[in-house]
């Protein structure tokens, strides 16, 4: 595999050969994970028994019951196609990314122009293998959306194989302004001192003029091709346009070399055309890199979805003591956090949907709904970890072992959240589930909440040295004994 690897990064392939091997390595009472899965029964609905608990009617008219129902189906399990204007007239194909690459694109010789909707890392990593697979590119960034992502070097400094392991530091984590971060003198000198917000403010720009100079959007042929319309509209602080990794060195010179860019809204499909704002390309097939939407949506009636925290659209009524735990939220994020009062300047469109009000990103307010958690409801750079710190809370709540808080208590606490999140990561932030820099703080409370230790490194090399998995080696045998001094 090292041929495979950049930097210490490594084909998602690999990743997937672990989760086979995980589902059959993970045997429980004579059962594997795997035994226990029910493959192709797509659930239909859910609905809250009277007497408690819940039941699951799936897609075959079968159904369950279950007293306590955890909803681990994430954000990526739907994918999401935008409504666009007259594609029933396009007369090539169209396809969402999660289908790329299991279909015959890049072998079919038919297939010569392709064209790749979105502006995120997905969209990059198509963009890049098309153009290598000799097809003519156009990449198309919308101009009515937050632009296209940052791109961070893979590489290291110092100690550091590569900037993810950076990334995820408690080191690095302090230089974010995180509501999941203890109050404490660590906090107060970095952001809420203006010695420290400026020391903070040169390092974050520091890194983003770093990723800019990486990429030199301007200096590559940028009039060319359009490649300087890859250019952030935001600071990589703010994460407003997302954030990737470049894990290929040559992705910049395939890009600025071989892809067309355009940074122009869709106006209609004419035959095998596109025709954007100002242009109009001939395509074969167009590939909508445009992410995903939430799997709840098709099992989880409306108003039960708004009881239960989740977000519903604005023409469902919500319940109208928010506006009041929101204003007050966000004013107290304001004066812990003084360096979020001024955000760039940013494209933002009027909310289409209610935030997640989950506690703890998992757990609805409501008292009625405290049998049902949803876990992989956050978006982070490191999926592994959320995983199995929010598997182990979820575990203790549903053991009894964690305390209620009142409903009062809970929901100021994710009004906090929410408020944080949105002036955090402005757009992206919208939907109060947005983590991307906050992963390290969050899975510490949580981890703490519990009873168990979080950080789980001695000295200081717990605040400078990589928080990976293996970190977690023994922690949930420390729950159980924990949890046996509880029972006793």
Known sequence: MDDETYYNFFPAKYVAQYLESFVDSKIYSEKSLRQRIKFNSPVQAIQKIKEGGWHIIISDNQGLSTSRLIVAAGLTSQPNIPNLPGH????????????????????????????????????????????????????????????????????????????????????????????????????????????????????????????????????????????????????????????????????????????????????????????????????????????????????????????????VSTDVTAKPEWQDLDAAADQEILTRFPRLRNPPHYHSSPPTSSPFRLYKHMLSTHPAYHDILFLGHIAVGNNFRAAEVQALWATAYLDGVLRKPSRAHMEEEVALGVAWCRRRYLTKGELGHWLYYDLIPYTDALLAEMGVKSHRKTGVGDFWTPCVADDLKGVLQEYLDHKALQDR
């Open 88 to 311: 029933g007239s396009f007369t090539g194909t169209i396809l969402h990314h999660k289908d790329f690459g299991s279909s015959s694109i890049l072998a079919n010789s038919r297939v010569k122009r392709v064209a790749v909707l979105g502006g995120a890392k997905s969209a990059a990593d198509i963009a890049y293998a098309c153009a290598k697979g000799g097809k003519a590119v156009s990449w198309i960034i919308r101009a009515s959306g937050s632009g296209p992502a940052a791109f961070a070097s893979a590489q290291g400094i110092g100690p550091y194989k590569n900037s993810n392991e950076l990334l995820y530091t408690r080191l690095t984590a302090s230089l974010s302004p995180s509501v999941w971060m203890p109050s404490g003198w660590i906090e107060h000198l970095l952001h809420g001192t203006a010695v420290g917000r400026r020391l903070v403010d040169q390092i974050w720009g520091k890194i983003d003029a770093d990723a800019r100079r990486a990429a030199d959007y301007d200096g590559r042929h940028g009039e060319k091709n359009g490649f300087a319309n890859l250019k952030p509209d935001t600071p990589i602080f703010w994460q407003n346009d997302s954030t990737g990794v470049n894990q290929r060195p040559d992705l910049w010179d395939v890009i600025a070399e071989k892809v067309k860019v355009y940074r122009q809204d869709i106006v209609k499909f004419d035959g095998s055309s596109i025709v954007l704002t100002k242009d109009k390309i001939e395509v074969d097939t167009l590939i909508c890199a445009t992410g995903w939407r939430p799997s709840y949506h098709s099992f989880v009636d409306p108003s039960l979805a708004r009881d239960l925290g989740l977000p």
